[in-house]
């Protein structure tokens, strides 16, 4: 696989790429800024692009505007925003403009090195991966009449994996059960939770997180 | 008080006494215009005398002297040419009217430029004036000293006798004759010119205040110019020929309207002089910051400005306490101090043409001051006001840019560095592993485990400490994520998607969180929150199902007071309106 890497900070920067070529990962290019890493992407059309979201000039979101255009511009390579900020909104944000192929990890998980190369893996699939404290904080929501207590526990785990961009298959061998089982849990949730979007599309993780943020 | 009606009565008597010899003459054929029929007698009488009368009131006003004395001098230089043809007012009057005559084009240009108090403003226009006096003076003195009427070709008024004559030079008298005629013709145009340019270039207060005077003056002068065309053309002048008998209808009833207009002006400013009088009788009776209002109604002025003087802060404001430049004269606008005691109490800035800053100081009696004084006062408790709420703004302000500041730190500083160790302790868990370290890598793996927490708990602070989403995408965004982590179900009702000002988001988005954490203190287990964008204003409102609010929300109304907003809490409502201009 290769990818490149964009962080303005170089100790991470570095970081990242030396632990990545160590798994086996090929690490193509590497820029400092939303710039020099779109020039990066189009000259080496890499599998994915590794971006923090702040760089400069205004070290606010030039890493999602950055994202946006790679994702519009070169739709096979993928992009995996690192983050700060458990900010549902920039996830959110991210998945609406383009639904597959992005991922959304706050930054310290980059150097959990299986975790980073099995997140470049899924977005190269065409899966999404959302990190899993985004998930919890819109699980975790204070609701009045909180729909997801008619989940059992099971489809509540088989929810949270969903959100954070799983494939059913992937689900079914983190809660060892059968990919039959977890699609029976996923078509549960979608019905208990009256979701009309269809249970098996790649905008599914989406449709869960806007329903997880707006339903109060 | 005789020396002040001396000058009129003298120019009356003699106004006077010219009608009445005019109106005896009766020479054929005629040697005057008003002898000439009896609609130019009676125009010629109007003329004169409105010139002399209204030049009369001016001067007796004493608001301008100059002015005054102008139009009494213009009447009487109106009646010269009657003096002139009249045989029996005996050689020595007759010959001084005829170098008399001469000046009456003069003193309406000097007038024109004098208008409304006297003074000429500007170097060039007073040469100007000098220039004209000076050429119509040696043309008199020339004429008078070299010119014998019966050896002129053109003459008709007095063709027998010259008093003044020293030695007669036919060919010097016709070219001084001639060189008057076009220099009439030049001058007069010139004033018509400037009649107008002063008119176009006037404030609306000062155009309704010149109108009266300058719109005569300048048909008085296109009239002259008519005349002297006409004398250039016909050397001869006869008073009986329908063309110069036109002329001189409308040059009569042009002086007229001069006379009648000079009166009018006297008038306006008797009712714009008693107008302030009386507004500072009534300042004196019931002040309420009606200084202002009233000087700019009582003297037609809507650009009139007051500005109190604050000796303490050593600075203008105005009524309303809103620190004001120091007011400047010029620019066709007067500074007038208003003083009580010795010290300034204000400063009244208004058109030059309306009323001379003395006039308008002397109208202002010692009770009216101290109704000023009381104005002032009031100024300087509102400018104190401003100047505090200037610093709580401030103050909210820099205590803003320092959370934000913090917020930056410890994503920029601390949690790089966490992250940094961070990485080593992996390096470090790798390596162990790969030496078969059991023990180390277990530590290692721990290590990084609480750096993981570590990190966590920092990214909750600094988002306690300032939201970063706030600055970057706005108050909508800034409340849904705030609702994400909130204590109790809150529900998010229509917020502007607009960006606004970045002390209105703030201040609105710390009102929502404080109010939100105070609910769920008493209790509530649902909150509603909305903000709606009316005009100038972002009212923002939270309502919750909690027990009834016993305190008051301190934090939340100074901050919003910070701002210039309000505070409406209710026993679980909060309606906050702040200011977004």
Known sequence: MRVVVADDVMLTREGIVRLLEEAGVEVVGQAGDAASLVRLVRGTQPDAAIVDIRMPPTHTDEGLVAASMIRTELPEVGVLILSQYIEPSYALRLLEEHPERVGYLLKERVFDVALLVDALRRIGDGETVVDPTIVSRLVGRRRREDPLEALTAREREALELLAEGLSNRAIAARLVVTERTVEAHVKQIFTKLRLDANPDSHRRVLAVLAYLRGVT | ?581
């Open chain 2, 1 to 581: 008080m005789t020396a002040r009606l001396a000058i009129p009565v003298l120019a009356v008597v003699c106004a006077i006494t010219a009608v009445v010899a005019v109106g005896s003459a009766v020479d054929r054929p005629p040697s005057s215009y008003a002898a000439a029929s009896g609609t130019a007698d009676i125009a010629d009488a109007l003329a004169g005398l409105s010139l002399v009368l209204g030049g009369a009131l001016a001067w007796i006003q004493d608001r301008s002297r100059v002015v005054g004395v102008l139009g009494m001098l213009a009447g009487v230089a109106w009646f010269a040419p009657d003096w002139e043809g009249w045989v029996g007012a005996g050689p020595l009057v007759r010959s001084l009217a005829a170098a008399v005559a001469v000046l009456y084009l003069p003193l309406l240009f000097h007038l024109c430029l004098a208008l409304p108090a006297g003074r000429v403003r500007g170097g060039a226009a007073r040469l100007g004036v000098v220039a004209v006096y000076a050429l119509a003076v040696g043309v008199a003195i020339g004429r008078a000293l070299f010119r014998d009427p019966f050896l002129d070709p053109y003459c008709w008024r007095t063709c027998l006798d010259n008093a003044f004559l020293v030695h007669a030079e036919p060919g010097l008298a016709g070219a001084l004759g001639d060189i008057w005629m076009r220099a009439a013709l030049v001058v007069a145009a010139a004033l018509v010119v400037i009649a107008a340019l002063r008119l176009v270039a006037a404030t609306p207060a000062a155009r309704r205040v010149l109108l009266p005077t300058l719109v005569p003056l300048a048909v008085a002068a296109t009239a002259e110019v008519a005349y002297a065309v006409a004398l250039v053309r016909t050397p001869l002048e006869n008073p009986e020929s329908a063309g110069f008998a036109a002329i001189f209808l409308v040059r009569s009833l042009a002086a007229c309207a001069l006379g009648l207009g000079l009166a009018w002006s006297v008038v306006n400013v008797r009712r714009m002089r008693s107008s302030v009088s009386r507004l500072a009788a009534e300042l004196a009776e019931a002040p309420a910051g009606t200084l202002r209002d009233g000087l700019a109604a009582a003297l037609g002025d809507r650009d009139l400005e007051v500005h109190y003087w604050l000796p303490g802060s050593e600075r203008f404001v105005s009524s309303d306490g809103a620190t004001a430049a120091a007011p400047a004269p010029g620019n066709g606008r007067v500074a007038t101090p208003i003083t009580r005691g010795g010290r300034t109490l204000a400063v009244v800035s208004h058109d030059a043409a309306l009323l001379e800053g003395r006039e308008l100081e002397l109208q202002i009696g010692s009770a009216a001051r101290l109704a000023i004084d009381n104005e002032r006062l009031q100024a300087e408790v509102l400018a104190q006001l401003h100047d505090l709420r200037g610093s709580r703004a401030r103050i909210v302000e820099a205590g803003d840019a320092e959370r934000r500041r913090l917020e930056r730190n410890l994503h920029d500083g601390a949690q790089q560095r966490l992250l940094a160790v961070s990485y080593d302790l992996r390096l470090a868990r790798a390596a162990a592993e790969k030496d078969g370290d059991l023990e180390l890598t277990g530590l290692a793996s721990l290590a990084a485990a609480r750096i993981d927490v570590a990190l966590g708990e920092l990214r909750e602070l600094a988002e306690g400490i300032y939201p970063a989403i706030l600055t970057e995408a706005g108050l909508g965004m800034a409340l849904a994520s705030l609702a994400d982590r909130a204590p109790l179900p809150v529900e998010l009702g229509d917020i502007p998607s607009e960006r606004l000002p970045p002390a209105v988001e703030r201040t609105a988005y710390y009102a929502v969180e404080e109010t939100i954490h105070e609910a769920h203190g008493r209790g509530a287990s649902f909150a509603s929150v909305r903000a709606e964008r009316a005009g100038d204003t972002l009212a923002v409102t939270v309502d919750d199902d909690g027990a009834d609010r016993d305190g008051s929300l301190v934090h939340v109304t100074d901050r919003v007071g910070a701002l210039g907003g309000t505070v409406a809490a209710g026993p679980t409502t909060l309606r906050a309106e702040l200011p977004c201009a």
